[in-house]
């Protein structure tokens, strides 16, 4: 069992940063990949970010590409999301979510573990 808390949101104007951190319990984070993901009022959850066990691979949403940064400290069982040159259409809940598998995946289905999500708002 693996439990997520996620922290760091919080409101910002565009053009502004925000560091999200996912901290996770469990002696065997590092045997997990670690995704993020977004899901706006009426819209479904979307995947933005994913990066391997040992952080050998890191996949981004185009949307995201080029602004925001996944890294993983497996000592400190946390994963971080770096959101740079935020925009008015990143506001969301942002999520993140444990997969035991070893391939890449954009499916939410195929995550094990979630947390509870931190609200993350980009004010024009």
């Known amino acids: 069992q693996v439990q997520l808390v996620e922290s760091g949101g919080g409101s910002v104007q565009a053009g502004g940063s925000l560091r999200l951190s996912c901290t996770a319990s469990?002696?065997?984070?590092?045997?997990?990949?670690m995704g993020w993901f977004r899901q706006a009022p009426g819209k479904e959850r979307e995947f933005v970010a994913y990066?391997?066990?040992?952080?050998?691979?890191?996949n981004y949403a185009d949307s995201v590409k080029g602004r925001f940064t996944v890294s993983k400290d497996n000592a400190k069982n946390t994963v971080y999301l770096q959101m740079n040159s935020l925009k008015p259409e990143d506001t969301a809940v942002y999520y993140c979510?444990?997969?035991?598998?070893?391939?890449?995946?954009?499916?939410?289905?195929?995550?094990?573990?979630w947390g509870q999500g931190t609200q993350v708002t980009v004010s024009s």
């Open positions: 990066i391997s066990w040992y952080s050998s691979s890191r």
């Open positions: 469990g002696r065997t984070f590092s045997s997990y990949a």
């Open positions: 979510a444990a997969d035991r598998g070893i391939a890449f995946s954009v499916k939410t289905d195929d995550y094990d573990y």
